[in-house]
Every structure is written in structure tokens, then in C-alpha cells.
């Protein structure tokens, strides 16, 4: 069993419970374990006890090789108020849905999924972020807050910036958050995984750290906090919803996290489909005309 360093503290673990939790846990967890099939998730409510007095979204994920548990805090208002907020949110995507299935225009959907997820997220900026054929990309749509003086629409970025490791990771797993741009990270223990040898492969994690790399990248743009979700198209990265915080950290609850998630997937959809829809008109004019230069050819040989 592998744990956050910072989990003892958190839970206020005595002594003999530090064993219990080291010893038992891992059991108890490979006992769960078998409900799962590959890369499913789980979503459970734990209520106030000894060891935690708030309520608590605890996340589960496995793999072939992991089985991964995570905890984050509900604020009372989530906590009393979970169905008839969930409720809410459906009635929200559902409207979005009616909203974006008339749309045959791709930039139209573009600035309409960036205007949505700001009002949903309520994040400083979002920048819904394209890739061409060689990953450059070009933000096409943007929607900022009033007091947010800097646009990047229209702009370009290299490749680099979003390099093939980070475009593999929001191919499968499709977000990332970051609440704080100077978090601490925290290691876990132990480093190396007792059941494979190696380090734990934290792909679907989501509270995973990130690159410090990427960090200074947010820190040289003023960004205290980011979001992003991936559009895919045909099973590839076709952009990115950039979702910057500005004026402070900013953590984004589960259903929160899973309505924008549900808006990036719908959006996908319907960008597919209006892609297959160019593709299949471009295919219908490139027949018609070499019909038309055959029906050409076969006159002007006839006339011959």
C-alpha cells in the first residue's frame, strides 16, 4: 500500500491505526478492487467521523495494476444540497445541448463552448486552443472575465509548449486540474511500488503534480490556477480548453469538474460531426467534378 506522505496527518492517526492503515489497507483495497473493470471509477460520499469532520468526494480508479483512492473535502452547500444540484446541472447541460446541436458554423461552437465554461467554471479566461496537423496551436475562441486586460485570441504557440508527453496524457486522461501554481508536492510512500517494482503510474490520477516546468510556464503568464479539457476528434487530440485563474488559487469541486467534462465530450461530438460533414461535401464536389471532366473529355473526344 502506497500512501500520501501527508495522509497520517490528515486522517490524525495514533500510532497502532498507522499500522492498521499500513497493514490492512492494502487487503481491504485488493478486496474492492475486483468490482472494477480496466480504467473504471468510482464516486463515494463519506460522512463526518473521528478521523475527518467534514464530508468527503472520495474518488476511486483502477488499472490492470493500481487501484487508486482519492479524498477531497464537499463544502456544506454540496453536502445538503447534492441532488437538487446535480439536478441543476443537467438541466445546464441539457440546455447547452439544445443550444449546440442547431450550430453548422465550427467557429460559432468554438466561442459558444469557451462562453459556457467560463459561466460554468467560473474561471478568469478560457482559451479553446487548436492543434494543426504538426501540434502547433492557434487560439480560436477566448472568453475573459470583464477586469482580465490580456487576450490571446487569434495567437499562435509552438508545438513545445504543449509537448508530446502532456498531448498523450489529455488523450487519455481528459483534464487536468491545477488549484494552486505554488503548491508543495507531496511524495508518496513509499516511492517505489511494492506489487510492481516501480513507481506508481499516476495517469488517472487526479490530483497527480504536474511538470515544474509547466509551472513557471503558468507562473510567466500570471496564472494562479488552471483547468483544462481536451477535445478530441476521432480518437486524437484536436484542442484544448485552457481554463486560467487570475486573481486567485481556484479548486473546482467533482460535479463541477464532471459537468465541464460532460460540455468537452458533447462539444467533441458535435466538432466531429461537422468535420465528417466537410469531409463528406469536399468528397461529394471533388466526384461531381471529375465527373464533369470526363463527361468533358468524352465530348471533346467524340467531337474529334
Same mark, same amino acid.
Given at each position: 500500500?502506497?500512501?500520501?506522505?501527508?495522509?497520517? *496527518?490528515?486522517?490524525?492517526?495514533?500510532?497502532?491505526?498507522?499500522?492498521?492503515?499500513?497493514?490492512?489497507?492494502?487487503?481491504?483495497?485488493?478486496?474492492?478492487?475486483?468490482?472494477?473493470?480496466?480504467?473504471? #471509477?468510482? /464516486?463515494?460520499?463519506?460522512?463526518?467521523?473521528?478521523?475527518?469532520?467534514?464530508?468527503?468526494?472520495?474518488?476511486?480508479?483502477?488499472?490492470?495494476? /493500481?487501484?487508486?483512492?482519492?479524498?477531497?473535502?464537499?463544502?456544506? &452547500?454540496?453536502?445538503?444540497?447534492?441532488?437538487?444540484?446535480?439536478?441543476?446541472?443537467? !438541466?445546464?447541460?441539457?440546455?447547452?445541448?439544445?443550444?449546440?446541436?442547431?450550430?453548422?458554423?465550427?467557429?460559432?461552437?468554438?466561442?459558444?463552448?469557451?462562453?459556457?465554461?467560463?459561466? =460554468?467554471? *467560473?474561471?478568469?479566461?478560457?482559451?479553446?486552443? @487548436?492543434?494543426?496537423?504538426?501540434?502547433?496551436?492557434? =487560439?480560436?475562441? @477566448?472568453?475573459?472575465?470583464?477586469?482580465?486586460?490580456? $487576450?490571446?485570441?487569434?495567437?499562435?504557440?509552438?508545438?513545445?509548449?504543449? %509537448?508530446?508527453?502532456?498531448?498523450?496524457?489529455?488523450?487519455?486522461?481528459?483534464?487536468?486540474?491545477? !488549484?494552486?501554481?505554488?503548491?508543495?508536492?507531496? %511524495?508518496?510512500? %513509499?516511492?517505489?511500488? %511494492?506489487?510492481?517494482?516501480?513507481?506508481?503510474?499516476?495517469?488517472?490520477?487526479?490530483?497527480?503534480?504536474?511538470?515544474?516546468? #509547466? /509551472?513557471?510556464?503558468?507562473?510567466?503568464?500570471?496564472?494562479?490556477?488552471?483547468?483544462?479539457?481536451?477535445?478530441?476528434?476521432?480518437?486524437?487530440?484536436? *484542442? /484544448?480548453?485552457?481554463?486560467?485563474?487570475?486573481? !486567485? &488559487?481556484?479548486?473546482?469541486?467533482?460535479?463541477?469538474?464532471?459537468?465541464?467534462? !460532460?460540455? *468537452?465530450?458533447?462539444?467533441?461530438? #458535435?466538432? $466531429?460531426?461537422?468535420?465528417?460533414?466537410?469531409? @463528406?461535401? @469536399?468528397?461529394?464536389? &471533388?466526384?461531381?467534378?471529375?465527373?464533369?471532366?470526363?463527361?468533358?473529355?468524352?465530348?471533346?473526344?467524340?467531337?474529334?
Amino acid at each position: 500500500l502506497e500512501t500520501s506522505k501527508t495522509l497520517d *496527518g490528515l486522517l490524525h492517526l495514533d500510532d497502532q491505526s498507522k499500522v492498521m492503515l499500513r497493514e490492512q489497507g492494502g487487503p481491504i483495497l485488493c478486496d474492492i478492487s475486483h468490482l472494477f473493470g480496466p480504467y473504471q #471509477h468510482l /464516486l463515494v460520499f463519506v460522512h463526518p467521523s473521528k478521523y475527518n469532520d467534514h464530508n468527503s468526494t472520495v474518488l476511486a480508479t483502477t488499472d490492470d495494476t /493500481l487501484f487508486i483512492v482519492e479524498a477531497e473535502p464537499l463544502k456544506p &452547500s454540496e453536502t445538503m444540497n447534492y441532488i437538487q444540484h446535480m439536478n441543476k446541472m443537467l !438541466s445546464r447541460l441539457n440546455a447547452y445541448q439544445l443550444r449546440l446541436c442547431v450550430m453548422n458554423d465550427l467557429m460559432d461552437v468554438c466561442k459558444l463552448v469557451a462562453r459556457e465554461l467560463q459561466q =460554468v467554471s *467560473g474561471y478568469d479566461r478560457i482559451m479553446l486552443y @487548436e492543434f494543426d496537423t504538426d501540434w502547433h496551436g492557434h =487560439v480560436v475562441a @477566448e472568453e475573459n472575465a470583464a477586469d482580465v486586460p490580456i $487576450t490571446y485570441l487569434g495567437l499562435h504557440f509552438p508545438a513545445s509548449d504543449i %509537448p508530446a508527453q502532456a498531448r498523450q496524457l489529455y488523450t487519455i486522461n481528459k483534464f487536468r486540474m491545477i !488549484s494552486d501554481v505554488d503548491y508543495q508536492r507531496i %511524495p508518496l510512500v %513509499p516511492m517505489i511500488n %511494492p506489487r510492481t517494482n516501480r513507481p506508481a503510474d499516476l495517469t488517472h490520477s487526479v490530483f497527480r503534480s504536474v511538470s515544474p516546468v #509547466h /509551472l513557471v510556464y503558468l507562473r510567466n503568464m500570471d496564472v494562479r490556477a488552471s483547468f483544462s479539457v481536451s477535445i478530441m476528434v476521432h480518437d486524437r487530440l484536436w *484542442g /484544448l480548453l485552457a481554463c486560467h485563474h487570475i486573481r !486567485s &488559487s481556484r479548486f473546482l469541486p467533482y460535479t463541477t469538474r464532471a459537468l465541464c467534462l !460532460s460540455i *468537452g465530450s458533447i462539444t467533441s461530438a #458535435h466538432i $466531429t460531426n461537422l468535420i465528417n460533414k466537410k469531409v @463528406e461535401r @469536399e468528397m461529394l464536389a &471533388s466526384r461531381q467534378l471529375i465527373q464533369q471532366l470526363e463527361t468533358a473529355f468524352q465530348s471533346s473526344t467524340h467531337n474529334g
